[in-house]
Nanobody
Framework: QVQLVASWGGLVQAGGSLRLSCAAS????????MGWFRQAPGKEREFVAL???????LYADSVKGRVTISRDNAQSMVYLQMNLLKPEDTAVYYC????????????????WGQGTQVTVSS
């Protein structure tokens, strides 16, 4: 399996931007579909975005138009650029990987990263 380490969360004011990073190691990164999820206090973990192994993307309606997922296969990295952040975006953000994009959509990826906190102040 691939191992994942998410980073570059932080505290930002509403309307601001953050770019999360997720570093992968282990198996061949380019074979994996990658996703981002988030979990707010007291809520279930929810899907945010997916990028397939060939670069196709999918976004949750709640973030569409404000968030961009991208990947750099040469560096084994996946990114989540978040703009126009809102207080309701406050959550722990997790990256995820699987050889099946269906498992990512179903929130059952084979690998989770450790999470990075994003806090948006009003």
């Amino acid at each position: 399996q691939v191992q994942l380490v998410a980073s570059w969360g932080g505290l930002v004011q509403a309307g601001g931007s953050l770019r999360l990073s997720c570093a992968a190691s282990g198996r061949t990164f380019s074979n994996y579909h990658m996703g981002w999820f988030r979990q707010a206090p007291g809520k279930e973990r929810e899907f945010v975005a997916l990028i397939s192994m060939d670069g196709n993307t999918l976004y949750a309606d709640s973030v569409k138009g404000r968030v961009t997922i991208s990947r750099d296969n040469a560096q084994s990295m996946v990114y989540l650029q978040m703009n126009l952040l809102k207080p309701e975006d406050t959550a722990v953000y997790y990256c995820a990987a699987d050889l099946s994009w269906l498992k990512i959509i179903a929130a059952r990826p084979g690998t989770w990263g450790q999470g990075t906190q994003v806090t948006v102040s009003s």
